[in-house]
């Protein structure tokens, strides 16, 4: 049994101070940092302490990774194993477990801020609208890995939820065309969010119809996000005329003056009735 420990650590967007209090502790600490130096921005593994061994492991297969990371708990030693984003969102990180767990080997995940998230953010949009959009799917196309049954964009887009797109940006003409067969609108709102979080981020805004060109001549290819939906049009943020209730855009109840759950009665209500606690707000909403 190796005396080492694992930390797969969620390393966010590319934003050090996006990082969690832990990732950064857990970093400082470690005996050797492995890092996915493609996406990971480089900023991030200086939180290393000095003379810890610090790798990149874009250049380097599985095997070669597992080799380090085993030797170093063989010898006591921490590793943290930095990934982009989060952790759990294509993060290649079940292959390691499962090594890891062969080797009986102690580890743990630190999750971090999704890119998808950090893009959201960056775009000012909430990604789940009352009565607009409350599904957000996380996916990607097929491209040299292939799709599980069911889970074509043609399917998931029959929907009509908001889209976060990974790993696809060279495929923007054929998502269009996947998106509109399916009944997106071709004024639906898109943003293309690339590198987010580092110094060179661009963002792209546009539609259905418009979108793949303005993707072309930006000549992006890599890092980037696709978010396509109706969540994301910009006309919601439009300034309300009076606060609370009867703005044009749907608000959530839970800020509603007249919305009473388990912390707040709504206004008119009287607790000393005993009414009810409405079952959404049993659920927590
Ligand atoms: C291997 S996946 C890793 C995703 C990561 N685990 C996450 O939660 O963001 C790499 C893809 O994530 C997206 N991505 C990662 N970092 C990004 C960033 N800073 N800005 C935009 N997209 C990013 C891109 O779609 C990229 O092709």
């Known amino acids: ?30 005996d050797m940092v492995i890092y996915a130096d493609s996406l990971v921005h480089p900023s991030i593994v200086e939180f290393a302490r000095p003379g810890a061994q610090v790798h990149g492991s874009k250049t380097l297969n599985l095997g070669q990774i597992m080799e380090l990371t085993l030797q170093a708990v063989k010898e006591g030693k921490t590793v943290a194993r ?15 477990m499962r ?18 998230f950090a893009a959201a953010a960056r775009l000012k949009v909430e990604l789940t609208v009352p009565e607009v959009s409350q599904t957000v799917i ?17 399917s998931l887009a029959s929907h009509g939820s908001t889209l976060v797109l990974f790993l696809s940006i060279t495929r923007m003409p ?7 067969a399916a009944g997106y609108p071709k004024d639906t709102p898109v943003a293309v ?5 580092w110094p060179d981020e661009q963002i792209i805004r546009g539609t259905l119809a418009d979108i793949s060109p303005k993707v ?18 910009p006309a919601l943020r439009q300034p309300v005329t009076s606060l609370g209730e ?19 009665l709504g206004k008119g209500r009287s607790r000393a009735k005993k009414e009810p606690v409405p079952a959404a707000s049993r659920d927590g909403d």
Do not use: C, N, W
């Open 1 to 30: 049994m190796a005396s080492g420990k694992v930390y797969f650590i969620g390393g966010g967007p590319g934003d050090p101070e996006l990082l969690t209090l832990k990732a950064k502790r857990l970093m400082e600490t470690a």
């Open 138 to 154: 996380l996916t990607r196309v097929e491209g040299r890995v292939s799709m599980p049954p069911g889970e074509e964009l043609s």
């Open 246 to 264: 009867g703005t044009e855009v749907a608000t959530s109840h839970l800020y509603s003056e007249t919305y009473t759950h388990r912390y707040r």
């Open 99 to 116: 090594v890891l767990e062969r080797e009986g080997v102690d580890y743990e995940i630190i999750p971090g801020v999704s890119s998808a």
């Open 82 to 96: 930095i990934q982009s984003g989060d952790p759990s969102i294509y993060g290649a990180m079940l292959e390691q």
């Open 193 to 197: 969010a690339y590198r987010v979080g």
């Open 174 to 180: 054929r998502i269009v065309r996947e998106l509109r």
């Open 216 to 233: 072309r001549a930006a000549k992006l290819t890599l890092q980037a996000l696709i978010l396509v939906g109706k969540a994301l049009d």
